[in-house]
Nanobody, 126 residues
Framework: QVELVESGGGSVQAGGSLRLSCAASDTASRFCMAWFRQAPGKEREAVARIYTDSGNRIYYADSVKARFTISQDNAKNKVSLQMNSLKPEDTATYYC???????????????????WGQGTQVTVSS
């Protein structure tokens, strides 16, 4: 019912930057929105999270902390993930995920999120 539209994926050299964006088709609701990533042969893992109602409830995986920054658009139905100092191990398909509830009530696992984007490929070369 809710469509998530992602953009910003691509290829970059190690140390470079990319900015991913995700917009929800529902502009009235507020969402706990997260970025997950999945590399071939690996489980899908949470990368970052934010609650669009407040811009708080921010979470980062240890592997991306201090390198990635999640933020919300003023419309509060959009989030961005600024990815700096990218490493080859960041290579994965990145998925935007959302659920219409406060992040405090949402587990950081795929089953906690009702809506998913199509995925966007991020490739970091050395």
């Amino acid at each position: 019912q809710v469509e998530l539209v992602e953009s910003g994926g691509g290829s970059v050299q190690a140390g470079g930057s990319l900015r991913l964006s995700c917009a929800a088709s529902d502009t009235a609701s507020r969402f706990c929105m997260a970025w997950f990533r999945q590399a071939p042969g690996k489980e899908r893992e949470a990368v970052a999270r934010i609650y669009t109602d407040s811009g708080n409830r921010i979470y980062y995986a240890d592997s991306v902390k201090a390198r990635f920054t999640i933020s919300q658009d003023n419309a509060k139905n959009k989030v961005s993930l600024q990815m700096n100092s990218l490493k080859p191990e960041d290579t994965a398909t990145y998925y935007c995920a959302a659920v219409a509830r406060d992040c405090v009530w949402t587990k950081l696992i795929p089953d906690g999120y009702a809506y998913w984007g199509q995925g966007t490929q991020v490739t970091v070369s050395s």
